[in-house]
């Protein structure tokens, strides 16, 4: 039986690999990918939690999490593409417009 | 024994791949890397009895939200990403903090105390099988954020329209 704390440390790596990821990646779309990765650390954490925990919300909670990921990577990747509609670029210290 | 053993290939299986999909220069090769990672975190749900979770982990994230990330990344331009360098200036502020919430989530795991059991034992899972059981609570209990969530798409399916299509010329 592997313990519950095993897989909660996975997810931890997991979600710090994305923090890390999203914050120094330059291209958008690793961004995107590595907001993808957070949640489904996430995920991870909430269905080994309702398997230990006995609980079938957690697996609920989950099944809410990747409708969610579903429509925030399509909202998010027609953003990036208008984006390069208007800039032709893909980089985020390319875009600063909004600096005084 | 062998399940601890399965359970630790699978953990350096998912951090590599992790790794691999935020460190790699061409984005190519990071979508393909992460199809490899979601197909293992599908193997982990299996492990955790949920199939139904795995199979939606399958057809959602490999089968609908990679090909969409495939399709941009097909929009630009490689050479010019393969030319200049991966991360931006504040780069190792990034790997200070997300090592920096590493080290305090897993400090805090330690106190983690389990709640007392539910109801949803493995036995009840599985003479009555997962979906039933997910789909029995979704349809009574969670009726309301499920047609929120179906709301939800909605929304993302015209909002994605509007953003993407081209500017009509009036």
């Known amino acids: 039986m592997v313990p519950l704390s095993w897989y909660m440390l996975l997810s931890i790596i997991v979600f710090a690999i994305g923090v890390f990821g999203f914050l120094a ?8 990918m590595s907001i993808e990765l957070m949640l489904n650390a996430v995920n991870i954490n909430l269905i080994a939690l309702s398997h230990y925990l006995q609980d079938m919300r957690g697996q609920i909670l989950a099944f809410f999490v990747i409708a969610v990921a579903a429509a925030e990577a399509a909202i998010g990747l027609a953003i990036i593409i208008a984006l390069f509609r208007n800039k032709a670029t893909a980089h985020v210290d390319e875009i600063k417009e909004m600096q005084g | 024994m062998i399940q601890q053993l399965f359970f630790i290939y699978f953990a350096f299986a998912i951090t590599g791949l992790s790794l691999l999909v935020v460190t790699r220069k061409n984005p190519v090769h990071s979508v393909l890397w ?11 749900y299996l492990f955790l009895n949920a199939e139904f979770m795995a199979a939606i982990q399958v057809i959602v994230y490999a089968g609908g939200i990679l090909v969409l990330f495939l399709f941009v990344v097909l929009l630009m331009n490689i050479r010019e990403e393969l030319r200049i360098g991966k991360y931006i200036g504040a780069g190792p502020t990034g790997f200070t903090f997300a090592a920096a919430l590493l080290v305090v989530v897993f400090m805090s795991l330690r106190s983690f105390v389990a709640a007392p059991p539910g109801i949803y034992s493995i036995d009840l899972i599985k003479k009555e099988t997962h979906t039933m059981v997910l789909g029995k609570l979704m349809y009574t209990e969670f009726l309301y954020p499920f047609e929120i969530t179906s709301l939800i798409l909605l929304v993302a399916i015209i909002g994605a329209i509007v953003l993407a299509k081209r500017r009509l010329k009036t």
Do not use: D, P, Y
């Open chain 2, 34 to 44: 992460m199809l490899l990672l979601f197909f293992h975190i599908a193997s982990l």
């Open chain 1, 25 to 32: 990646r330059r291209n958008v779309i690793i961004m995107f």
